[in-house]
């Protein structure tokens, strides 16, 4: 019996340290309408962190997993401070890789987001929405943590997450 316990707790605890190493999620990704109607990607990441790894993948609804149908995505590593821009054009020292066409597409699903990965100090930082949603927010908003919110309440959140 002993043994067996003893078994149990190593177990549970090596599930415990396995977990602790995943990166966690976190609201540091937003989208916003500019005044003229375009769609804006805004990064916050945590104090100084540098991330990696930007992308936008759109999927049609009811495509599960299937394949990315529009978007982009970059390897770059060492990106630091907050970021602004056209959702479809990521700023160009990012190298994007494109897929699809350029614009939010009816009936699809997007999740847009950036990575920082450092041992014990990991997070994503990801949104996800619909071009519906998106196509229902007024200059000014945001869509983040699956809820409109305010600029300034998006950075609220963003500061109060890390």
Known sequence: MRRTGAVVVGVAGAML???????VDLPLAGVRIGADGTPY???RPCGGDAYQGPFLDGRAHGAGEGPVTTGWDSRKEGLH?????????????????YRGE????????????????????????????TTERIARLRPG??????RVMSRRAFERLAADSC
């Open 17 to 23: 340290l396995l977990g602790g190493c995943a990166a």
């Open 41 to 43: 990607a805004v990064f």
């Open 81 to 97: 401070g907050d970021a602004g821009f056209p959702l479809f054009s990521p700023p160009a020292r990012w190298r994007a890789r």
């Open 102 to 129: 350029r614009r939010l597409l009816p009936r699809h699903r997007y999740t847009l987001g950036f990575g920082h990965y450092v041992t014990g100090d990991s997070y994503n930082a990801v949104v996800d929405f």
């Open 141 to 146: 908003q945001v869509w983040a943590d699956g």
